[in-house]
């Protein structure tokens, strides 16, 4: 747009031999400034489609400025639930997580605000649970995170934000100029549902991803390395490129599709691509649905909640 704009403007020219905008400003140098604007107002009156397409074209090159002058950073004041991201050590044989907070909810808000780690071997890694949060406005929309199950019925999680300071609220919109920073915040299986569930009041689903071995543990050390790089190399969250679904969709290497954007549809996808089981995709949404069970486990322990979860994915998908 901006090219076909620029490529009409070597042909601004009205009736009575105006010139261009920019040449008509350099031939009033000489008189006084009321002068210079009242001839602007009286173009501007002449040609308001041509004075429409100059102020676009402005507003384009100052967002643009804007946007590549910003600077990511590791300091500002975060929101107290996006403001940790865990210290990560690896070994050939696992890891360690320092800082995987484990809060406790109420309909009112966070009831405690815990923080601990998590410790595993890679060899423990037993599953991988894609968790969708619908959100209000459409189908197209939703926030996802990734869970893993781990031997010993042990479960820690992953949730890629918008990572907000305090004061602001996320807009998709400008979440597409460099307004947010990415979090890679990793939390109990507890913290991530029942949030959502008891406090914020959303419907959770929970799907299977049916990864081989090697995906599965491909996947899990893919994020702790972006997690380590987040940590101390800040980046910007991006609507479009660098959102909750397209950062998890990239780490795992898949091909770029619409539904990593809008990201309601993430699920379906996986479904045609045969990584979430089910004869039909509506199937499968339903056996995965599970916000009744998540309110009733609330008041659980983290260790006693990730019991219930896995006896009830068991349940529904024979794992």
Partial sequence: MAADHAQQGTHFSGGGGSCLFAAMLAQQGSKSPMMVAASMWEWTRRHPWRAAAWLVLVVLALVSLRVCAAQPRLDRDWVDNLALMPKVETTETGFALHGVTD???TDEGPAAMNVGGFTANFADLRNVWFVVEPQPGGDYAAHTLVLFEFAGERVVGLTVEARLEKGETYDAI???FNNYELAYVWSTARDLLTRRVTFLDKLVYVYPLKLDDTQKLDFL???LGHTVDVSAHPRFYNTFTSNCTNELAKVAGLDWHYSWVLTGYSPQRLHEMKLIPGATFDAAKE?????????SWNALPAAEFDAA???EVRKRYGE
């Fill in 103 to 105: 809060w406790s909810y």
């Fill in 221 to 223: 050390k893919a994020l």
């Fill in 174 to 176: 400008a979440g597409m």
């Fill in 287 to 295: 056996t995965a649905l599970m916000s009744e069970e998540i309110a």
């Fill in 309 to 311: 979860l896995l006896a």
